[in-house]
Every structure is written in C-alpha cells, then in structure tokens.
C-alpha cells in the first residue's frame, strides 16, 4: 500500500526536551522491573531518582498489629447492617459499616538519589551557560541521554537500566578530560558505607508510615522490634579512564573522558508472609554482587545485552501515525501546541510510551506495579503509592495481554494468589464467608481487610472477583490450560466467597447487601450524601461475570466440583443492569440520584469494558443506555478516567468520542505539581499521566484504549479498526493482540486496509471490519492476509 506514515519515526519513539528537568514530573523513566529511575539530564549537577520495587514500610508484623477491626465483624455483624437496610435505616447501616474496618496499608518508599557534579575546566557549567542541549529517552532503546557544549567541551551522558545484568549504568563521554563527584542519599534512616572504588548506602525503611490523609501523632515510624522495618542498600562503583578516589563524602574522578557508573539495589523483602530479615549489609552484599559482575564486562556488551532484551519485548509492537510540523518539537511544547492543533503521532507516542512503561516496570518474577508504577520521591506518596485494586491496579494491567506483553503480566498474577491465601481469613474472620475476599486497598504484604475511612471507599469486598478476570483474561489470550489448572483455586474461592455474599431479595433475585458502588455517593430521602445500600451494578457485573469463568474454567479443566452447579443456579437468578428514568445505566438497583453526577470512577459501566456481558450487537438497549450514562457524565474526568472513557467509547465503537477522550487525555496537566494552577487532568511534561497527582494508571490505561480503538475480540469475532477516527487517515500497527493467540498487524490508508493475523495455533475465527464479516482459517505459525478497499 505503499508509505502509510513517515518513516522518520522520532514523533512516535523518543521523548525530547532542549533543558534539564526542574522536577521529577520533567524527569525522564528508566527501569528493569525491580530498578526504577528517574533521570534529571542536569548541567553541572545532576540528579538520578532511585527506586526498588520491593522497597515498602511495614511488614507482616505492622499489618497484624494494624488490622484489628474497629468494632463487631463476623455473619451476625453483616446480617445486623443488612436488617438496618432492609428497615430503611441508612445512617445506621453506614455506622455499622465502619465496625468492619481497620487501619491502613503501608506504603511504597523512595530509595535515594544519585547525585552527580561535573566540573569542566575547573568550572561547574549552569544551564544557562551550554549550548546544543539535548535530553531524549529512546523508547526502543531504553536508553536516556544528555549532551551539551560548555567552553568548547563536548559533554554526553547515557542511562539505561538492564534486566540482564540487574544494574543501572551510567556512561559519561567528554572531547576533554572533566571531573565529576558522586554522592548517594536518602530520605530514609541510612549511612555510607566506602569500599576502594565505590561507595555504598545502608538504609532502613519505617516500621509504618501512614498514608498522607491520615491524622495520625507519629506518620513515619521506625522501630527496632518485631515490627522493625525492612533493611535496603545501594551499591555503586565506577571505571573511568581518569583517577578515581572515594571517600566518606562520595566518590571522586578526575581527568577522565570516559566515566561509567555501575548502581544496583537490593532490599530485605523475602515475600508478603515472611518478616525481612537480611541486614543492610547482607542488602549492600547482594547489590555489590550484581555491581562487581556487570564491572567485569564491557561497556558495550552490557548496552547491547540490556537493548536485546528490552527489544525482545518491546518491538513485538508497535503504533505508527500521521507526524506533523508539531512532531520534531520538544515533548513539553508539543503537547501544548497539540490543544489546538491535531497531531496524531502524539496518540501513537503515548501508546508506545504506555507499552514502554509496561515493560519497564513489570517483569516475571516481581511485584505489580503501585500507583506510581515503580517511581516515586515521596516518602508519604498519595495514596501510599500503593495497589488499588478498585479500579487503578487492574488498569495498570489492561494493554498486557492485548499489546503483547503477557510476561509482563505475570507479577500481578502471581501477587493474586498470594492475596487469595491472605484474603481467606479476612473472608472468614469479618464476614463469616467462605473463599477469599480482598477490598481497595494492599500492598507487598498482601493486606485485605477493609482500611479505616468512608465506607464508599472502604466497604467494597469484591476485588477479588475483579482480580479473577485478569487470571481468566491471561488463559483466553495465550490458551495455557496448565495456568489456568495451577489458577482454578483463585477462581473457586473467589466465587466461592461471592456466592456467600449473596442474598435473596424480596422479588426472589440475588443481590448483594450491603453494597456501594467505588467510590460515588448517591442522595439518600433525606437529602444527604450515602454510600451504602443494597445490589450496585458494579457488584452484580463482576460476580455474574465471575460466576461465568469459573463455569468455562470448569469445563475446559474436567473440574467436577458441586460449587460449579450452585453457581450456575445462583448465576440464573441475578438481575439484569437496570435502566433509569433517563435512559442510562443505573448505578444501583433503585434509580438514585448521584451525589457527584460527573463522578471519576464507571464502576457501573463494567459489564461494557473490561467486561464483555455488554456489546452494542449483543445488548443494544444496554450499549444505549451505557451511551447515555457516558453523555450524562460527560468527558471531563481525571487522567485515568479519561483512559477508562476511551476503552468505554471504543467499546461502544463510538470513533469521534473515543478520539476527542484521546485529545483530552493529551493536553498538559495545570496542577500545583506542575508549577502551573489549577487542578486539571492530562499529562505531565514527560507524559505521566495526572490524576492528578501522577498516576501511571492513566499511561496503561489509555494505551489500553488505543488498542481497543484499533482492535478488539471480546464478543469471539476479531474486529479490526472498530473506532477508528477519521483524523488518523492512515497508519500502521504491529503486535495487537486477539484472544485465541492471534497476533494482528493492520495498515490503512484512505484506500483500504491490510491485514495480517499470525495465530499461534490452528482455528477457525470470523474476522470483522465495519459491518463486513468473514470466516477466516488460520494455520499456527502462517500469516494470514486480510485486505479490503
């Protein structure tokens, strides 16, 4: 079809800024999954943000000394907030509610920075005083890079964080020799530790730290008992062609033209139920291991290691748009420029951008990514940089299976039968139900009981019917019966616990009581704000849908269970959504009023994405009535939301709204964070999405989108281009994925399409682009070539 986009492709692969950062929402990303870092491209002095993604406060011992309910738990305490609903005593059962609570959990933690002084003749440059600056991370590469000119010396430094080797590494070059000083510090409790050629820090994490909203007499707790805090420790050494000397003030070289740095990390972490005991000096130990290795191996090799490994990841896809005159601007000024005008190849960054961040942030073997995915410089972060898993955390794991990055996956997964194991007490000792249960907070310690706050937020037990799609998702994708098996008791408890919850309604339907919709309010008779009332939407979605899975997932697995058959019974009897006075999707079973009409979270639109039970061939009068709840609340939301609005609208193949969510997503944040008033969404100078605050939810939330925008298999058939707007005329996208292990490749012109599916097992699939649908045979391994005009 010939040229469908430009080849130049630095507008949709590289971020690119013509000054340093001033802040670390203007620094640059780079990690391995365990490794994060935050690169400044500073002159003169420069700063690298530090972060392990297992570095957390607490501990098994502070989560059992803070998980003491605040009062009556246990199936007579649910029963007695059920009665309090069915007499119509609201306030009471709000009261009660809270009985179930207890405090909070804990919080991911910052590292330390590494900090850098270059001298160039015996002069420190400034900002102001260089020339030809550049700062550029290279998506495909993951690498960041800075270069300048100061009195005629050529300055470059170069960063990447290999997965390989397990280390950060940072290369400086100069045309003439320079002289450059290193320290490492930290927020946290911590003291140098000198080897010959390196240095090193030794670090101990707070026993608790208590999250921002929480007035409490001691925030940031360190202890030296059985609740003491995990150890942590960096180890940094360095080559350079010049003299290095360290000291108990930090590392020195001088006269060098080349200069490499070698950094890794470790911590006491050792799994959610087991208290950390390594010490900060078995810590330094193991992170020196990983340094002395990598010292050994050439420059060169560790780069070429560390870009085939990232590739082998990265370039399975990738999204190709239309670049404009705006494209070669830098980042920042480029997303202004982009309110006004169109710029396509934007939307194609920030989905490789999101693809990016998966893959830097989510590797086998690790944790999930929190919040914040694996940065954060915030010793007390919003919302504790944690994993909400009311909506936030399952987000931040939406483009693993549909952008091709399943390994990627897998930290979630796995965390998910940890809080399986931890969210079966939790089920038994508050709700006396069976199963395990999990609510909207945890954290590294598999936390589950609901935290102490307003029950809209904290009065939600269902996260592990949520959780379940991801196992469910993951098997559907990739065909992997043997996951699935290793999978199914997950599944088996989690519907087990929601058949518990259940309750019989007067009309003989089952429904859920108590019950809030995350996290509106509606406007109880008398005139006020409530939360809790009986059969949300949103429950009856998740455990229909649940119940569904764990029905396929029996017969596939030759499961002979009498659960399946209560639940196949129990599924029967749940309700339809229902349908208000004004054509929208109702967000609990009577037709409420919203509190916030305009509320962030669409919880109740969840049958329609990520769920499947709404499509507009399947359901139109729902399709509609979910259109009509999207209009109702409008598009301005925060950043995630905005993400969550464009899987919504996509869904609903609506192109023109799907586009205009993409735009708003796009334009620049305007909060305190980012020196700018206001308290709009959007994106941060280097792309982070904005609640705001920062929140990397919105990033793969809205990479996520895209690819719903460009493909989609949920109802069986694969769907290329389903909402795709007309501003993006032609294009090009590589690696999407399709349930069944189809990978698609699609290229458009205004002429026409082609397309390419490459299964990974034989099937038969029907393949769908506007109202055209055709069967397709797929051979494994053969692609298949789709084309229309």
């Known amino acids: 079809m010939g040229d469908l986009v430009s080849s130049d492709r630095s507008g949709t692969q590289r971020l690119y800024y013509d000054r340093p950062a001033d802040t670390w929402l203007e620094a640059l990303p780079l990690g391995n999954g365990r490794i994060g870092a935050m690169c400044f491209g500073g002159v003169g002095t420069d700063r690298t943000g530090l972060n392990d993604e297992t570095l ?32 119509g005593d609201i306030r009471r059962a709000h009261e009660l509610s809270r009985g179930f609570h207890s405090g909070y959990s804990q919080a991911y933690l910052p590292l330390g920075d590494l900090l850098l002084e270059v ?16 700062r550029e991370l290279d998506l495909d590469a993951a690498t960041a890079t800075v270069e300048y000119e100061f009195g005629g010396v050529t300055v470059r430094q170069e960063a990447f964080v290999s997965a390989p080797d397990g280390v950060l590494v940072q290369r400086m070059t100069a045309s003439e020799p320079i002289e450059l000083t290193c320290r490492l510090t930290s927020q946290l409790r911590s003291r140098q530790h000198t080897v010959d050629d390196g240095l090193g820090l030794l670090l101990q994490a707070p026993a608790d730290v208590a999250p921002p909203h929480r007035d409490v007499p001691e925030p940031i707790r360190y202890s030296d008992g059985a609740d003491r805090g995990m150890a942590a420790a960096v180890a940094l050494r360095a080559t350079s062609d010049g ?21 890794s990390t470790a911590t006491g972490y050792d799994g959610p139920a087991n208290p950390p005991a390594r010490t900060a000096e ?42 404009t005159a705006h494209s070669g601007l830098p980042t920042d000024v480029r997303v202004t420029r982009a309110v006004e005008a169109e710029d396509p190849a934007l939307a194609a960054l920030i989905f490789n951008y999101g693809r990016y961040l998966m893959v830097a942030s989510s590797r086998p073997g690790g944790l999930p990514t929190t919040l914040q995915g694996i940065w954060n410089d915030i010793l007390r972060p919003p919302w504790s ?16 299976e549909t952008t091709n990055l399943s390994e990627c996956h897998e930290p979630l997964l796995r965390f998910i039968d940890h809080l399986a194991e931890a969210g079966r007490r939790t089920a038994r000792e508050r709700y006396g139900c069976s199963g395990w249960t999990a609510h909207h907070n945890t954290d590294a310690w598999c936390w589950t009981p609901p935290v102490e706050g307003d029950p809209r937020w904290s009065n939600w037990p269902l996260a592990g019917a949520w959780l379940a799609r991801h196992v469910w998702d993951h098997y559907e994708f ?43 309010d509606y406007i109880a008779p008398d005139g006020q704000p409530a939360s809790v009332t009986e059969s949300s939407t949103m429950d009856l979605a998740l455990i229909s849908d649940l119940f569904d899975r764990v029905e396929r997932a029996a017969d596939l697995l030759e499961v002979v269970d009498p659960l399946v058959g209560e639940i196949s019974t129990a599924r029967k009897r749940l309700p339809d959504p229902p349908v208000g006075a004004r054509g929208q999707l109702q967000e609990w079973a009577a037709d409420l009023p919203e509190e916030d009409p305009q509320h962030r979270h669409m919880s109740h639109l969840i049958g329609l994405h990520p769920g499947d039970a709404i499509t507009p061939d399947s359901t139109p009068g729902l399709a509609a009535a979910a259109t009509r709840t999207l209009d109702l609340r409008g598009d301005e939301a925060t950043g995630w939301s905005l993400a969550w609005k464009i899987c919504l609208r996509a869904r609903l193949r609506d192109a023109a709204a799907a586009h205009r969510l993409v735009r708003a997503f796009l334009r620049p944040a305007d909060d305190a964070a980012s020196g700018r008033p206001g308290s709009g969404a959007g994106v941060y100078p280097n792309l982070f999405c904005a609640h705001p605050p920062f929140q990397i939810d919105g990033n793969f939330g809205a990479a996520a989108g895209i690819a719903e925008m460009l493909l989609q298999s949920h109802t069986g058939d694969i769907e290329l281009l389903p909402a795709l707007p007309a501003a993006w005329t032609s294009g090009r996208v590589t690696g999407l994925r399709a349930r069944g292990g189809v990978v698609v490749d699609i290229a458009w012109t205004p002429h026409g399409i082609e397309a390419v599916l490459t299964a990974d097992r034989d099937q038969e699939r029907v393949v769908r682009h506007g109202g055209d649908r055709a069967p397709v045979r797929l051979t494994a391994g053969v692609g298949h070539r789709v084309s229309t005009s």
């Open 385 to 400: 940089s944690n994993y909400t898993v009311n909506i936030n955390t399952e987000m931040n794991y939406w483009p693993a």
């Open 243 to 263: 003299e290095i000397r360290t000291s108990d003030t930090g590392l020195a070289v001088s006269s060098a033209t080349e200069i490499t740095l070698i950094l």
């Open 56 to 87: 957390w406060s607490g501990g098994p011992e502070t989560a059992r000394l803070l998980s003491t309910p605040l009062g009556a738990t246990g199936a007579e305490a649910v029963q007695a907030v059920r009665d309090a609903l069915r007499a």
């Open 478 to 520: 990739t065909g992997d019966l043997e996951f699935l098996g290793e999978s199914w008791r997950v599944l088996r408890g989690a519907a087990e616990f929601c058949l518990d919850w259940l309750v019989e309604l007067p009309d003989g339907s089952l429904g859920t009581s108590p019950s809030t919709s995350p996290e509106n």
């Open 119 to 134: 001298s160039v003749g015996g002069v420190v440059p400034r900002a102001g005083d260089v020339t030809q600056y550049r």
């Open 282 to 323: 078995d810590c330094w130990y193991a992170a020196d291991q990983s340094v002395l290795a990598a010292l050994d191996r050439e420059y060169g090799e560790l780069l070429a290691d560390h870009r085939q490994d990232h590739r082998r990841l990265y370039r399975r896809g990738s999204l190709e748009l239309a670049t």
